[in-house]
């Protein structure tokens, strides 16, 4: 069954966890897809992890709609949910309208994201009446991360707390229906998940969310430049790529590979035929 906005709502509701991960190809979406996956981000984490910026800022809509396009056409189930990158809403409520579109008709999203709290509310507005789903993003939220001065945990003392909280309300009433937190301290995030009606997808923001979100690379341990704290690695798809390539490497250069069993085979006398 396609999963829907409404079904991200009944999860809440229920008391049911709501699993995401980010994804940015067909083959991996489809995978994630057939394991169950409720949803799936195709984050501008992409130009982190796939693309090797150091942050996230370089990433365009094309390159955002490629790769959306490639995850939808793997993913039946899971709610596919488009990022918005840099400046691709920030200039203003038509940009951010168009641009929404633009992840639903070119890249077959089924909604999407974008970071920040009561200062993107008109734009959260706006993508929502003309009938786009938003998830909103707040906390630490890395398009911001020159304006942070890193990649900081937010909401640790009482006016940066208070901020979160207001974003949270904003961005509800804006029309979002759900809110990922980021980096924010476990008990202020558990305590705007009670709060809220919309979900919580948490990223380094603890159990008290409504859902989790991971990107991929980080839980598989695929991507090596650096391991935040939040990340926990169900396993070490890292090493078996390692050991396949090194074992691909070697038994070619010495010849073991291709086998037989890898070999196509054409009669004796056509080959004769061409001596
Ligand atoms: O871009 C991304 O992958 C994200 C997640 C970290 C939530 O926004």
């Not at 919580?200 to 008290?208: L, M, Q, S, V, Y």
């Amino acid at each position: 069954m396609k999963n829907t906005i409404a079904t991200f709502q009944e999860m809440k509701n229920k008391g049911e966890k709501i699993t995401m991960l980010t994804a940015y190809d067909y083959s991996t979406a489809k995978l994630m897809d057939e394991c169950g996956i409720d949803g799936i981000l195709i984050g501008d984490s992409l130009g982190m992890v796939m693309m090797g910026y150091e942050d996230t800022l370089p990433v365009t809509m094309e390159d955002m709609i490629h790769h959306t396009a490639c995850v939808a056409r793997g993913a039946k189930n899971a709610l596919i949910v488009g990022d918005m990158p840099f400046m691709s809403y920030q200039t203003g409520v038509r940009d951010a309208v168009m641009n929404a579109g633009r992840l639903i008709k070119e890249g077959h999203a089924n909604c999407v994201k974008l970071e920040g709290g009561a200062a993107v509310t008109e734009q959260i507005k706006a993508i929502t009446a003309a009938s786009i789903p938003v998830m909103a993003h707040i906390g630490m939220t890395p398009q911001s991360v020159n304006a942070f001065g890193g990649f900081k945990v937010q909401g640790k003392n009482d006016d940066t707390a208070k901020k979160v909280l207001e974003d949270a309300y904003a961005v509800q009433e804006a029309g979002a229906f759900a809110v990922t937190l980021e980096c924010v301290p476990a008990k202020l995030a558990e305590l705007i998940s009670g709060k809220l009606n919309i979900p919580t997808i948490g990223i380094g923001a603890g159990k008290g969310c409504d859902g989790q979100v991971l990107v991929y690379q980080d839980a598989l341990a695929i991507f090596s430049d650096f391991k935040p704290k939040f990340v926990k690695q169900f396993a070490d798809v890292g090493a078996v790529m390692r050991k396949g390539i090194n074992d691909y490497i070697k038994e070619t250069r010495e010849g073991s590979f291709p086998a037989e069993e890898h070999t196509f085979k054409i009669d004796d006398d056509v080959i004769e035929k061409l001596y």
